[in-house]
């Protein structure tokens, strides 16, 4: 071994590190020419310590300088191995910061489910609960509890989805207060929404679907005053603090008396417009008081207790409110419709 092989050797080791294509390349030939055991050069080294003194010199010195070489030219390639890395990092993951942002389609609440949270968020205010009654519910509580016996008059008027003889779509919200009744003693205050169901051709201000929204108060010495005093306080929270209501004497065979409730048009303050058939007013909702045989049915003692009832519709309501001719629309789910609101 002399010290141009020692030469040669690190410029063979240079040619191989500057042909590495990246770190795990370098590393091998460092491997092979510095590996503490078995390197090339570590190997050539380790017989210098037994020539003799005149070599042992400039063998060290070569040594010295081709390992030298070699450890400088892994540490070149690998820095410019590391910047290329990094650069096409850079490019790849680049983002600017000043592109547009894609905008998010949101999705909003339907009209009518605006509305029933409204009524919903209004009466909890006055310490009401939510409560669901099933769609599909028994002859006997949409209609016989609520004193709507077979062949009742009241029928005629909610032609009804019969499932079997017994089983129905409910017609009406109202059977949850039978339900309600049943399931908590009183005080009892509750608001029960939903989806009711009728035998209605399609027009204008009927669909086979829509909703209802319940409300049932049941306490010692609740009286008239009460119920008129809560669609009072709902007229003003749900169409402005300016509204007056007006109560007209009417019919449901569960409440005794009932009433039909009209509030001042929301849309002209009472002058009379196109909404209000120029009357100045609009009717909301229908109520009364609970009917001492429906209590009664509930198994509630109707000479300790009494109550009120009223159930409103939240779809004809989101009409009135923003302005919607056709309540199909409600219920088409044309897109074009439902963004607008
Ligand atoms: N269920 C009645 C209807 O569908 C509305 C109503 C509810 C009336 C509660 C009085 C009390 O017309």
Sequence with gaps: MRPESLAGLAAT?????????????VEAVRLRYLARRDGELTVA??????????????MGRAFNAAKAEIEQALAERRSALLQTTRAQAAEAEWLDLSDPAVSLELGHLHPST????????????????????????????NFQLLNI?????????????????????????????IRAM?????PLRVITPGRVFRRDNPDATHFPM???????CVDEGISFSDLKGTLEYFSRSMFGPDRAIRLRPSYFPFT???????????????????????????????????????????????????????????????MLKYGIADGRDLYENDLRFLRQI
């Design 210 to 216: 829509f909703h209802q929204v319940e409300g049932l």
């Design 13 to 25: 080791a240079r040619a191989e590190v500057a042909a590495a294509v990246d770190l795990e390349g």
């Design 256 to 318: 005794e008396p009932s009433i039909e409730v009209d509030v001042s048009c929301f849309l002209c303050g009472g002058a009379g417009c196109r909404v209000c058939g120029s009357s100045g007013w609009i009717e909301i909702l229908g109520a009364g008081m609970v009917h001492p045989q429906v209590l009664r049915n509930g198994r509630v003692d109707p000479d300790r207790y009494s109550g009120f009832a009223f159930g409103m519709g939240p779809d004809r309501i989101a």
């Design 45 to 58: 080294a380790a017989s210098i310590g037994r020539l003799p003194d005149q070599e042992r010199g400039p």
């Design 182 to 186: 049943w399931a908590q003693p009183p």
């Design 114 to 141: 605006r509305i029933q949270r409204e009524v919903e968020a209004i009466f909890a205010q006055l310490g009401y609960r939510v409560v669901e009654g099933p769609e599909v519910e028994l002859d006997e509580v």
């Design 149 to 177: 016996p077979p062949e009742h008059p009241a029928r005629d008027t909610q032609d009804t989805f019969y499932l079997t003889e017994t089983l129905l779509l409910r017609t009406q919200t109202s059977p949850a207060q």
